[in-house]
């Protein structure tokens, strides 16, 4: 699951060879583009497009976000008629949660105690009517902070013990979550998604994982990422999610659940259901006795305020003493202004509000259509294939290269990498390499964010299809006259 490689790169000048080791994959492309400076491209810009970030692939900020953060900025912007009247009443409600009505003052270290109430009434509002305790949410600079900085993961993994503490995980995963294990002294204990079912969980994958890491460590959590991400496309079903439950309450593992892209689904026989609404339903033992925590943020999802780091974590069925101490760890409170940020996402305009017909209308829309044309030209080439878009903000699709490509690429790179490189130097495209997220022996795939504006990702979808068919052909022919030397 390693994302770094030793890289053997041949300098345009051509004077020498240059032997780089253990440099993340991204640092080559960046190699590649100052290495290439005065070379004539056919592209006039870089698409990059490897980061789950829609402002950076070109998405346009949310207006009612971004006027509610100005006015609570610059207050005096509320004193004239350019800004709707909602928009003045958000800001205005949200400056008076705030110590001496200004964003720039110090908040509690759970979150401002308003927007902790925010959050417990949307999540009460998504699950259901399932009780939700606000004194049970954390706000926090991003879902990855709460998960792997320190927090979480710092409580539930005990460094000095033996065997070494193991959290499954799954493949593809992030390789930050798997660094964060092992910086913790934890172990990563691998479980492998099901590409033909559109990278679906499967708890006899689990039981697998469980089995592989007898004598290695001793698990005590499982970590969940739905909708998918990196891979994208898979949203659990309710029967999945209850059967996931029962495998973690049998094993005695804690459910850490990155809920992060629920608001992303775009299949229609899809639906988000939240691990903790799934577990309110099983009932009693179970409802009472499986630990959960649960993240989500303002920094991805259609929102994508990446910039701002805001989301937060909700803990289920936690020991009193334990709650205490997790009190201690989250001493760093998210920047206010995130915490703004949040209170819009989980409390967007309403029906009747006049920032209510365009909230999110266009971003819908444009990714819709995305879906679409990405499945439709994606699985138009044979040499491709990309898994039903059922959610979350990426495609993954595994390309089927030439023999003559993966020999030529195991010479310095990853196959998938060597791939990604090619498309960036000739065609302009940023993407990521499967083998950056960990993928089965012998599969090679490309990711890219799909949250982006229908004309950029026509532009992409160009691209890639004049590339790959070029690629494809270079190595095919390469190959028969191989064998026509050889002969």
């Known amino acids: 699951y390693s994302c770094k490689n030793t890289i053997h790169l041949q300098y345009v000048n051509g004077k020498k060879k240059k032997t780089i080791k253990n440099i993340h994959c991204l640092s080559v492309f960046i190699f590649l583009c100052l290495n290439s400076q005065g070379v004539r491209k056919s592209y006039r810009e870089v698409i990059d497009v490897s980061w789950g970030d829609p402002h950076r692939a070109g998405v346009k900020p949310l207006s009612f976000v971004r006027q509610v953060l100005a006015a609570c900025l610059y207050p005096q912007l509320m004193d004239g008629d350019k800004l709707m009247v909602d928009v003045k009443q958000r800001a205005q409600r949200l400056l008076e949660t705030c110590a001496g009505g200004s964003v720039g003052s110090y908040s509690d270290t759970a979150g401002i105690p308003q927007i902790i109430q925010s959050v417990s009434e949307y999540i009460l509002r998504r699950d259901g009517g399932v009780p939700c305790h606000p004194e049970n949410i954390y706000i926090t600079p991003g879902s990855q902070w709460a998960l792997t900085v320190t927090n979480i993961l710092k409580v539930l993994v005990n460094s000095e013990a033996s065997p070494r503490t193991g959290v499954l995980i799954p493949v593809p995963c992030h390789s930050t979550t798997i660094v964060s294990l092992t910086a913790l002294g934890a172990v990563a204990v691998p479980y492998y998604l099901s590409e033909e079912r559109g990278w679906a969980l499967e708890v006899e994958m689990l039981q697998q994982a469980l089995d592989s890491a007898k004598g290695v460590c001793n698990p005590v959590a499982l970590y969940i990422i739905n909708p998918g991400n990196p891979a994208g496309n898979y949203v659990q079903s309710r029967k999945c999610i209850q059967e996931v439950i029962h495998f973690a309450a049998e094993k005695k593992l804690f459910l850490l659940a990155d809920e992060v892209y629920q608001d992303c689904v775009y299949g229609k026989e899809s639906e988000f259901v939240s691990y903790k609404r ?205 064998e026509r030397e050889t002969k």
């Open 278 to 482: 799934a577990l309110a339903e099983i009932g009693a033992p179970l409802s009472d006795t499986v630990e959960l925590a649960s993240f989500h943020t303002a920094s991805k999802g259609l929102m994508g305020e990446c910039g701002l780091r805001a989301g937060y974590v909700e803990l289920v069925n936690l020991d009193p003493a334990v709650m205490k101490y997790i009190d201690n760890l989250f001493s760093n409170s998210c920047p206010v202004l995130g915490q703004v940020a949040l209170d819009v996402m989980v409390n967007p305009p309403q029906p009747g509000d006049p920032s209510y017909p365009l909230y999110l209308k266009h971003i819908r829309a444009s990714l819709a259509e995305n879906v679409r044309r990405v499945e439709e030209v994606i699985n138009s080439f044979p040499s491709f294939s990309c898994q039903s878009l059922e959610g979350g903000a990426f495609a993954f699709p595994r390309v089927f290269l030439p023999p003559k490509a993966i020999e030529k690429a195991k010479a310095g790179l990853q196959p998938d990498t060597f791939y990604c490189m090619r498309l960036l130097e000739e065609a302009g495209l940023l993407f990521s390499p499967g083998t950056e997220y960990g993928q089965m022996e012998g599969t090679y795939h490309i990711r890219f964010c799909i949250m982006t504006p229908t004309d950029t990702m026509e532009e992409i979808l160009k691209r890639l299809s004049t590339f790959h068919k070029q690629f494809m052909r270079e190595f095919i022919l390469f190959a028969s006259a191989t």
